[in-house]
């Protein structure tokens, strides 16, 4: 167990539709990472978040936005789904960043119907 | 661009035995950092190694040790003594200024009795 969670497990939707992914850090640290995992694109950096500010970004799509809040949680929201978009999706942790270890939560799988 | 290769898609040990996966990564930056990671069939991201660009002592963790030759960008991993839980699929990861990690392909290992 890494010490990061993330919400739901598996999350089945329909295209066009909207869903918000929950990421908790490991107690401590303050940078939160999104990546996206699908068969074509192979493990993918989508955005980074320290303490509350976005530090730096990927390949991420306008249709898709994350934040972090006051208590260091995340979420990343993914709208206008269309079947593409179906990928397992990770949170990663870390202390600060520039290289520090980013350790992983168990992931999200989004299916878009 | 910084960029990640792993030229095995997919290798097979027995038991007991050792293994090398092979990586080697593109980049202009002098300081950095490289991972590999395991992702068993549970699809959860595992830390197995670190690396830091600037250290010329390889890094160990138990059974698994790395061959990091900075001059030729390459970065190995040995897996010694083989166990059938190490069969997964195993990332080689890079993270240097741009604070993203970039992963390469991933090397399908299977480990049989």
């Known amino acids: 167990d890494s010490g990061v969670t993330q919400t739901p497990k598996h999350l089945i939707t329909a295209t066009g539709q909207r869903v918000t992914l929950r990421c908790s850090p490991r107690?401590?640290?303050?940078?939160v990472y999104w990546y996206q995992q699908s068969l074509d694109q192979g493990l993918q950096f989508l955005i980074q978040?320290?303490?509350?500010?976005?530090?730096a970004k990927g390949n991420i799509l306008e249709r898709f936005s994350a934040q972090q809040f006051p208590d260091l949680h995340s979420e990343l929201n993914l709208s206008s789904l269309e079947l593409g978009d179906s990928a397992l999706y990770f949170c990663?942790?870390?202390?600060?960043?520039?290289?520090?270890?980013?350790?992983f939560g168990p992931g999200t799988r989004l299916t878009v119907l | 661009a910084q960029t990640v290769t792993q030229s095995q898609p997919e290798m097979s040990v027995q038991e007991a035995e050792t293994v090398t996966l092979s990586c080697t990564y593109d980049?202009?930056?002098?300081?950095?950092?490289l991972f590999w990671y395991k992702q068993p069939p549970s699809r959860q991201m595992i830390l197995v190694i670190r690396?830091?660009?600037?250290?010329?002592q390889n890094a160990t963790e138990n059974r698994f040790s790395v061959n990091f030759q900075k001059a030729a960008k390459s970065f190995s991993l040995k897996i010694s003594d083989s166990q059938l839980g190490d069969t997964a699929m195993y990332f080689c990861?890079?993270?240097?200024?741009?604070?993203?990690?970039?992963f390469g392909t991933g090397t399908r290992l299977l480990v049989s009795p």
């Open positions: 990663a942790s870390s202390v600060a960043g520039d290289g520090d270890t980013q350790y």
């Open positions: 107690s401590g640290d303050l940078s």
């Open positions: 978040y320290y303490n509350g500010e976005e530090r």
């Open positions: 980049t202009s930056e002098n300081n950095y950092y």
């Open positions: 690396q830091e660009a600037y250290k010329q």
């Open positions: 990861a890079f993270i240097g200024s741009f604070q993203k990690l970039v």
